[in-house]
């Protein structure tokens, strides 16, 4: 899943969402994601999803 489709699911702008992304940097970069990635792996949009609160079924 991109970014950009996680943050039209949030309901926020993708600046927005790129500097949520920036609080998490540690965590992401430990999962192997840098902040250039555009395409997340499972893993990740599990993360994000559970931590930002994104419904991600409406997919």
Partial sequence: ???????????????TFRRYL???RPILTAMGISPFTRKLPPQAVRFISEDYCIDVSKT
Avoid: P
């Fill in 22 to 24: 920036a609080t998490r």
């Fill in 1 to 15: 899943m991109y970014k950009s489709e996680l943050a039209k699911l949030a309901g926020v702008s993708n600046r």
